[in-house]
């Protein structure tokens, strides 16, 4: 059965970088059937695609996040990483990490079907 | 920038149907997908592709869409199938996917 398990900082402090780390295990980063993203969810509000990458290296990112977002896997220890920088209050969000699969008529629709438990950053001095 | 609306919230009685509308303009075109997330919890693909159900996803769950709007159905709502439900697609051109706003749906 496939697991996703996220990691990282609780609290962040404005204007640095966010960093958190998802480890996969029940499966592999480096099939070529996936990709792997992060949806993050702030306290009582809906959710929002942040960004996506596949094991090559390519990745897809939510364009109003686009310049503060990096999306990178290693493969050798089957994880991939999240870093938004210049974090301000409105990042404080329960950060999920999950696989991004997609269909099999055309291969154009992704969507996640596994998810971690997700991993509350707070935003603050 | 897309978005898909949904009601904010719905309410059923027990052994009712609740419907749960999600309209965007890409929708005639794109697949919608269901999630379901209770209290805590992480969220739960319940339908895909419009109107697949995952296995393990009760028979009461089923999803449909026409024209600019998607449709998930619960038929006979359980007590335990009070959470928010969120429909996700993508826009005309597959670069900004999108969650819509969320529906609680209450059993009472």
């Known amino acids: 059965q496939l697991q996703l398990q996220e990691s990282g900082p609780g609290l962040v402090k404005p204007s640095e970088t966010l960093s958190l780390t998802c480890t996969v295990s029940?499966?592999?980063?480096?099939?070529?059937?996936?990709?792997w993203g992060w949806i993050r969810q702030p306290p009582g509000q809906g959710l929002d695609w942040v960004g996506s990458v596949y094991y090559s290296g390519s990745t897809y990112y939510n364009p109003s996040l686009k310049s503060r977002v990096t999306i990178s896997v290693e493969t050798s220890k089957n994880q991939f990483s999240l870093k938004l920088s210049s974090v301000t209050a409105a990042d404080t969000a329960l950060y999920y990490c999950?696989?991004?699969?997609?269909?099999?008529?055309?291969?154009?629709?992704?969507?996640?079907?596994?998810w971690g438990q997700g991993i509350l950053v707070t935003v603050s001095s | 920038s897309y978005e898909l609306t949904q009601p904010p919230s719905v309410s059923v009685s027990p052994g009712q149907t609740a419907r749960i509308t999600c309209s965007g303009d890409?929708?005639?075109?794109?697949?919608a997908y269901w999630y379901q997330q209770k209290s805590g919890q992480a969220p739960v693909l319940v339908i895909y592709e419009d109107n697949k159900r995952p296995s393990g996803i009760p028979e009461r769950f089923s999803g449909s869409s026409s024209g600019t709007m998607a449709t998930l159905t619960i038929s006979g709502a359980q007590v335990e199938d009070e959470a928010d439900y969120y429909c996700?697609?993508?826009?005309?051109?597959?670069?900004?996917?999108?969650f819509g706003g969320g529906t609680k749906v209450t059993v009472l």
């Open positions: 890409a929708l005639p075109k794109k697949y």
């Open positions: 029940g499966g592999s980063v480096s099939s070529n059937d996936y990709y």
């Open positions: 999950a696989r991004w699969n997609r269909d099999i008529l055309t291969g154009s629709m992704y969507y996640f079907d596994y």
């Open positions: 996700y697609s993508t826009d005309s051109s597959a670069n900004l996917w999108v």
